[in-house]
């Protein structure tokens, strides 16, 4: 039965991983309300379901463009400052985003702009966070820690749409803004508080050439391998692998010869 159950081992020994995953738990869950608050925007924006997939172009491609962008400078760079600068970046966005809903501006193209913003600093925040879990934990606590940050992940998805479409149906689009806007502050608060991740110092060091060089002598010097008594068995000038030929081998006792 305890196998069934998430293992809380890492929330329990180590203080700076639970803030980080009671943090990003929280911030997802915002995170999910203006996903469906901006489509229903959009939509109630345009009526047309075709702006609405011109929405998801605009989260789509920078978030694909930068993710290949994303581990490098986390691999350059302190993870730390790195998913910092991204989620203030992320927390000024959303403010944004809720201004314009408070504001009534009602323009489509704002809103595809900051959707595009945000998924650029989506795509370089996701790695940092990511990347600090290995420091924030023992290698073998590593695996229940990646648990629990999908355990965290998958109940924001299930919840945070409903809750998104029952708070716009309820008051409106500014509402579920603003509690996106609150929640992500727990966010920021977790990685402040972490200690710092710098880069490794160690680089992978290449082969050396005279390293290289004498390996491959070795590998030409290497004797070859000695044919087999089946193979070496040679009748009329080819070679034989009968079984006539390997029994005869056998029985005369001595090394089998070219003919």
Do not use: E, H
């Amino acid at each position: 039965m305890p196998r069934l159950l998430a293992d809380l081992t890492p929330l329990r020994v180590s203080p700076a991983y639970r803030r980080l995953w009671l943090g990003l738990g929280v911030s997802n869950l915002g995170s999910q309300l203006t996903v469906v608050a901006v489509g229903l925007q959009v939509y109630a924006i345009t009526g047309s379901t075709f702006a609405v997939g011109v929405l998801g172009m605009f989260a789509l491609v920078p978030l694909v463009l930068l993710g290949l962008y994303g581990g490098a400078l986390v691999d350059a760079f302190d993870r730390r400052k790195v998913a910092l600068l991204a989620s203030a970046a992320l927390w000024v966005i959303t403010g944004l985003i809720f201004l314009q809903a408070a504001l009534g501006l009602d323009n489509v193209w704002v809103l595809y702009v900051l959707i595009a913003v945000q998924s650029a600093a989506f795509a370089i925040n996701n790695p940092a966070r990511t990347a600090i879990i290995p420091r924030l934990v023992p290698a073998r606590l590593l695996a229940p820690a990646n648990a629990l940050q999908t355990l965290s992940m998958s109940i924001a998805l299930t919840v945070g749409p409903l809750a998104g479409a029952f708070l716009v149906a309820a008051s409106g689009f500014a509402s579920a803004y603003a509690i996106d806007f609150v929640l992500f502050t727990f966010a920021l608060w977790a990685l402040w508080r972490l200690p710092r991740c710098p880069r490794s110092r160690r680089p992978p060091t290449p082969p050396s050439p005279r390293r290289s060089s004498a390996s491959c002598t070795t590998a030409r010097a290497a004797p070859r391998a000695r044919p087999t008594a089946r193979s070496s068995c040679r009748r009329g000038g080819r070679w034989s692998v009968s079984v006539r030929c390997s029994r005869a081998c056998a029985t005369s006792g001595r090394a089998p010869t070219s003919a």
